[in-house]
């Protein structure tokens, strides 16, 4: 079959993954290839056993696979043949050098940048998925276009809206596409190519087009309001278990209001995620860098926000379970940094946990697809830690459950076999509010909600 356009996409990840696999199902005259350095990742891609988790995604690969779809690891030669790159590998934080720990480390986007330069020997469009510094379009437009006589590289920013474990829905029904070009007649033809893709199967009142540097800051803010939200019910969660109100009817009663809404309002242990931190981060190293210090400190807030929740939520484990976890089992419900998916980047599960650790807790660890990403974030071998695919062996003989993720699973569990077994008095600390606090209370627990008075029997 021959195809009316030719789309790869560099780093087969959370965001290329899914993504790619949904531009191939909706648009069956365009072939897009995935590509990635990491072999194991791509024989994944290939396998009945895809490398991550995501409801509805198996189906869309299986259907695609092999027709329109292809995953391999030959990069130049998928630069070679291609119209549009879309380029989503990974920008994490920096560890090292100037900017360590607050920028966006760029290492991989730029080798991958010269890497299409050198493997290039027509005209392409470059597309931006990696969440990147605003101006960074500009730089590898500069490189891209660095040689003069070669080909001309258009260079495009399409950040990526997906939350896990939403994925396929989120991509399927998106709120809005943003795509950001340059203001010439070849950055505004490449914007109505990448528009044709999506139009497909968005309506093209929901793709929104804007200059590259509006794109590309639009995705920081964007992830930043997020967080905001989440830090901000959060703050207010601390003050009502102080104060006897109750949290979940505090967001409710001004999420009523329309022009607040009511999204993004569920108090919780803490956000995590890959995103939400690194993007943050790297909008305060921004306006650091623009001489704005009072700006960036104001975003910065929102991260210390989130730390300073988790640790208030282990000392008030600590403390309730009379000064003292050391030996004491604690069994740890869930360990991704939200449900319905097995990624544990940034989950406030890995703090919580190395904090108990540090108590000389002995911690085990339970979670329906998390627990091989939890093997790695904690280590296979370290002291105090076991794995437990079953929750209720993981509360044999425990002191307390906490529960960290909002598996659904968790809600429907026998929480009077569980309390029938564990360690007395037995506690709850419930980081997600998924429970029935009540009903775990008259089966004998110490229950200790986020943001709510706790019920206790002492
Ligand atoms: C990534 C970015 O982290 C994020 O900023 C952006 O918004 C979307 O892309 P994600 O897909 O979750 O997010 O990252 P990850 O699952 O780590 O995938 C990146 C992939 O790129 C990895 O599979 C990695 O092996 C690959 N990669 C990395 C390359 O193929 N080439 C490289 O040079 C570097
Ligand atoms: C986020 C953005 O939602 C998405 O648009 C962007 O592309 C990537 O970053 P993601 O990190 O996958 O997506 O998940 P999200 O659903 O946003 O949740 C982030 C974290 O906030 C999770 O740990 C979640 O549990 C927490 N959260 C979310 C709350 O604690 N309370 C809420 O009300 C909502």
Redo the contacts with the bound molecule.
């Keep these: 079959m021959t195809f009316k356009k030719r789309i790869l996409c560099i780093g087969a990840g959370y965001v290329g993954g899914p993504t790619m696999a949904v531009i191939a199902d909706k648009c069956p005259d365009v072939r897009v290839e995935l590509v990635d350095i990491n072999a194991e990742r791509i024989a994944a891609w290939n396998s009945d056993d895809l490398p991550i988790y995501e409801p509805g995604l198996d189906e869309v690969v299986k259907r695609n696979r092999g027709k329109n779809l292809f995953f391999t690891t030959e990069t130049d030669k998928g630069i070679t043949e291609s119209d549009i790159i879309f380029v989503s590998v990974n920008t994490p934080t920096k560890t090292f050098g100037q900017g360590a720990g607050l920028a966006a480390d760029l290492q991989y986007w730029e080798k991958t940048a010269r890497q299409i330069l050198r493997a290039s020997t027509s005209d392409k469009i470059v597309v931006e998925k990696s969440t990147l510094p605003v101006r960074t379009a500009e730089a590898m437009d500069r490189i891209l276009n660095s040689n003069g006589s070669g080909p001309h590289f258009e260079v495009l920013s399409n ?8 994925a396929i829905e ?1 991509l399927l029904d998106p709120d809005r596409v943003l795509i950001g070009g340059m203001n010439t007649d070849t950055g505004q033809k490449a914007l109505d190519s990448l528009e044709d893709v999506y139009a497909a199967w968005v309506p093209r009142d929901r793709i929104i087009r804007t200059n590259v540097w509006s794109s590309e800051l639009a ?1 920081l803010v ?2 930043a309001f ?2 905001q ?2 830090s901000s ?2 703050a207010v969660s601390a003050l009502c278990e102080r104060t006897s109100a109750d949290v979940n009817e505090v967001a409710h009663a001004i999420g009523r209001d329309s022009r607040i809404g009511s ?6 242990v ?7 931190k690194k ?1 943050i981060l790297n909008l305060v190293y921004i306006c650091r860098q623009h001489g704005l210090p009072e700006v960036a400190d104001y975003w910065e807030q929102v991260v210390r926000m989130n730390e300073y929740q988790q640790d208030r939520f282990v000392g008030r484990m600590i403390s309730e379970m009379f000064n003292t976890v050391a030996g004491k089992r604690i069994a740890v419900f869930g360990f991704a ?2 449900a319905d ?1 097995g ?1 544990t980047r940034e ?2 599960a890995i703090r919580v946990c190395r904090h108990l650790l540090e108590e000389r807790a002995e911690v085990c660890i339970t979670d329906p697809k998390a627990l091989k990403n939890a093997r790695y974030d904690l280590g296979q071998d370290t002291p105090g830690v076991t794995y437990e695919p079953d929750p209720y062996k993981a509360a044999e003989g425990a002191h307390a459950v906490a529960i960290m993720t ?1 598996w659904s699973d968790f809600k429907s569990l026998d929480y009077k076999r569980i309390h029938d077994t564990m360690a007395k008095p037995a506690f709850i600390f419930d980081g ?1 509010n998924i429970l029935d606090h009540d009903k775990l209370f008259d089966l004998g627990f110490n229950v200790y909600p986020i943001g709510k008075a706790a019920r206790t029997h002492h």
């Design positions: 950040p990526e809206f997906l939350a896990e474990g939403t989120d995705k964007a992830n997020l967080a939200r989440v019910i959060n999204k993004f309002l569920k108090s919780s803490g956000f995590g995620g890959s995103c939400f993007d940094f939200k998916t990624d989950s406030p909002e997600r």
